[in-house]
């Protein structure tokens, strides 16, 4: 039962991936215009740009690691056919 619960929260493919990215960037666009009223001047437009700056770096991320498990997944497919060999020996 908690396999299935844990299931939930891993992001299996890209449209998840752009789901989620687009939540986040909703809540900081949302709270850096915020920044702007709390913060009137070039203080709140940095803010601003501090928290659109953190989507585009965690939404870079997230996409990086799908492409990294989608990549190992693959080369696992194709070495379980192969005999294995360490990568310590010459060969």
Do not use: C, H, N, W
Not at 8 to 22: D, G, H, M, N, S
Not at 30 to 44: I, K, M, S
Not at 68 to 75: G, V
């Amino acid at each position: 039962m908690l396999a299935k619960l844990k299931r939930l929260f891993v992001i299996k493919t890209r449209f998840e991936a752009y789901l989620i990215i687009f939540a986040l960037a909703l809540g900081a666009m949302t709270r850096g215009a915020q920044y702007t009223l709390q913060y009137p001047g070039v203080g709140g437009y940095l803010l601003f740009a501090a928290t659109a700056g953190a989507v585009f770096l965690g939404g870079a991320k997230i996409l990086d690691a799908l492409r990294y498990e989608r990549e190992a997944r693959d080369a696992g497919e194709k070495t379980a056919d192969s005999p294995a060999v360490s990568p310590a020996e010459p060969k």
